[in-house]
T-cell receptor, first 115, second 115 residues
Framework: AQSVAQPEDQVNVAEGNPLTVKCTYSVSGNPYLFWYVQYPNRGLQFLLKYITGDNLVKGSYGFEAEFNKSQTSFHLKKPSALVSDSALYFCAVSGDSGGYQKVTFGIGTKLQVIP | DTGVSQNPRHKITKRGQNVTFRCDPISEHNRLYWYRQTLGQGPEFLTYFQNEAQLEKSRLLSDRFSAERPKGSFSTLEIQRTEQGDSAMYLC?????????????FGEGSRLTVL
């Protein structure tokens, strides 16, 4: 069964510093990887995805993520954190093993950007 | 607003009562998903529709749960004989992209509290 691990419950970073939110995955076949963000009292919003091609993908709000097949990782990054980036971030995976592959989410990482 | 709409946003009910949630997806989206999210957890897949056909159901969806999507437009999720363990946020999402790779567009959720 496919799965996602987000090893950090919370990440604290000072405003202006680079941030990384970690994600590792397990899936049969090639992975399709996603990051979503959830602001308080808001629905989940899509940030970016990796399907194929360049291992570094860029997404909304200046976020990017790097796919590393050997480490089965898909870490979310941003060069300079903003206080408004404070939210709950979910990594998710589906696969190409044939037919419909449901999107499986991690438990989320709370990002706190400190002014 | 042309996003995914869910109603009601919050439902408080007594154990044993039936509840129904409605989801109106983005109009041109042919795929619709229901997820459940409990505190401290990521969204868990419940079921998936392509147009009006329910193509996938999770084992989490007991026989007390039923979902429909008549005419391939809005969807309803009914929970019969609610239990306290059903208390959660019920999320609806829709998509249009390629299966397995298209991003999900989520509504703000319907929070169920079973007393």
């Amino acid at each position: 069964a496919q799965s996602v691990a987000q090893p950090e419950d919370q990440v604290n970073v000072a405003e202006g510093n680079p941030l990384t939110v970690k994600c590792t995955y397990s899936v049969s076949g090639n992975p399709y990887l996603f990051w979503y963000v959830q602001y308080p009292n808001r629905g989940l919003q899509f940030l970016l995805k990796y399907i194929t091609g360049d291992n570094l993908v860029k997404g909304s709000y200046g976020f990017e993520a790097e796919f590393n097949k050997s480490q089965t990782s898909f870490h979310l990054k941003k060069p300079s954190a903003l206080v408004s980036d404070s939210a709950l971030y979910f990594c998710a995976v589906s696969g190409d093993s044939g037919g419909y592959q449901k999107v499986t989410f991690g438990i989320g990482t709370k990002l706190q950007v400190i002014p | 607003d042309t996003g995914v709409s869910q109603n009601p946003r919050h439902k408080i009910t007594k154990r044993g009562q039936n509840v129904t949630f409605r989801c109106d997806p983005i109009s041109e989206h042919n795929r619709l998903y229901w997820y459940r999210q409990t505190l401290g957890q990521g969204p868990e897949f419940l079921t998936y529709f392509q147009n009006e056909a329910q193509l996938e159901k999770s084992r989490l969806l007991s026989d007390r749960f039923s979902a429909e999507r008549p005419k391939g437009s809005f969807s309803t999720l009914e929970i019969q004989r609610t239990e306290q363990g059903d208390s959660a946020m019920y999320l609806c999402a829709s998509s249009l992209g390629e299966i397995n790779t298209g991003e999900l567009f989520f509504g703000e959720g319907s929070r169920l509290t079973v007393l």
